[in-house]
């Protein structure tokens, strides 16, 4: 078998990072892991309930301030943009994952299992077009429980035919379940247990 790195569409790869660094790298809504009536104590200068939120696109964590009257609930899609917002007064600022409360990590799983559903073309669409990140190492090794053997396997079936959803995807190779490993992925960017980033956006 020949090198994943020497594959003929290897030239996709420039064009998949181009794509990706040309969006906007702020998040204009995100999901609510944990509502902190009172601010987080190591959270100075707060005069207002704040929340805990993980960025609908990039994973971003971020502790945002509600306006005063507002109410959140827990996975509620909010509005964080830059245009009026209906509930969020300020974004505080970007937090790590050891800055989440406890129910918020708790939360934090199910929410981004939640977003890789609603947003099945363009995790596929990693499938189908994903190279190597290094030239002993293909970006799809780095997915939790992916070795040689499925990482081959994935690659010859992308290249007969690309992948269209989850279902297809699990249905032609061995993978066992692509929401799971890609968020159990995800999580493991946030923690910053991984040199590589797939998914999330830092910065």
């Keep these: 078998m020949t090198n994943p790195a020497?594959?003929?569409?290897?030239?996709e790869l420039h064009k998949y990072d181009e794509k990706s660094l040309s969006k906007r790298s702020y998040e204009e809504f995100a999901y609510v892991l944990d509502h902190l009536p009172h601010g987080r104590q190591s959270s100075r200068f707060i005069t207002g309930p704040t929340v805990q939120v993980v960025g609908e696109t990039y994973f971003t964590l971020?502790?945002?301030?509600?306006k005063i009257g507002a109410i959140v609930s827990i996975q509620e899609r909010v509005y964080i943009g830059k245009n009026r917002r209906e509930k969020i007064n300020?974004?505080?600022g970007r937090i790590n994952y050891?800055?989440?409360t406890e129910s918020a990590k708790v939360e934090l799983i199910s929410v981004i299992e939640i977003l890789i559903l609603n947003n099945e073309e363009k995790f596929i669409d990693f499938f189908n077009r994903t190279q190597p990140v290094t030239h002993r190492m293909h970006s799809l090794e780095l997915l939790p429980g992916v070795g040689k053997k499925l990482m081959w396997q994935i690659l010859d079936e992308r290249e007969r035919k690309p992948f269209y959803n989850y279902k297809d995807l699990q249905e032609r190779t061995a993978?066992?379940?692509?929401i799971k490993i890609i968020a159990k992925r995800i999580v493991e960017e946030l923690?910053?247990?991984s040199k590589y980033k797939l998914f999330v956006k830092m910065g």
């Design 191 to 193: 923690i910053g247990d």
């Design 62 to 66: 971020l502790e945002v301030e509600l």
């Design 6 to 11: 020497n594959r003929r569409d290897s030239i």
């Design 175 to 178: 993978l066992a379940d692509p």
């Design 98 to 100: 050891d800055d989440l």
């Design 90 to 92: 300020r974004i505080i």
